[in-house]
């Protein structure tokens, strides 16, 4: 008589449960590193912004700002100025950081010259948060238009 291959009932509790024990681990550990990469992706998506706002001032030879909780909490806006009407209108969409995702404190609007420099900071710094200090990311705004991400 030959006895048939497989494994035993046992062998596979031990298997599954292993594998339990095992996802436990690595389900919180791969939550943080999620929420972490959105704060670092929302904070690049930001200085990118500012970045282009300032190209966009020098190539257009007219000033820019960047207006953040605009319209709404949570989002943000670059607009040009129409030197003739001396106007403010849209310069693309709006932005939205991700949810759970804020500017940490109220901001003024960030003004960039034709020059490229924002006159109005020494320096500006704009706090990205999902509300864990230790994942905060800092966006600095020097006044010669300089961005900077740490």
Do not use: H, K
Not at 9 to 30: C, D, H, K, R, Y
Not at 41 to 54: C, D, F, K
């Amino acid at each position: 008589m030959r006895v048939a291959d497989g494994f035993t009932l046992i062998e596979a509790l031990l298997v599954v449960a292993t594998s339990v024990a095992l996802a436990g681990v690595a389900v919180p550990i791969l939550a943080g590193a999620i929420g972490r990469y959105y704060i670092l992706s929302a904070g690049q998506q930001v200085a990118s912004t500012i970045r282009a706002a300032r190209f966009q001032a020098v190539a257009r030879n007219s000033n820019v700002r960047i207006r953040l909780d605009s319209p709404d909490a949570g989002q943000y806006q670059s607009e040009i100025e129409d030197p003739d009407t001396m106007t403010w209108g849209a310069l693309g969409e709006v932005q939205y950081l991700p949810t759970g995702i804020t500017f940490a404190d109220d901001f003024d609007d960030i003004e960039i010259e034709p020059t490229g420099r924002a006159p109005d900071c020494a320096p500006c710094t704009i706090v990205v948060t999902n509300g864990d200090e230790e994942d905060d990311r800092t966006i600095t705004i020097s006044t010669s238009g300089r961005v900077r991400l740490q």
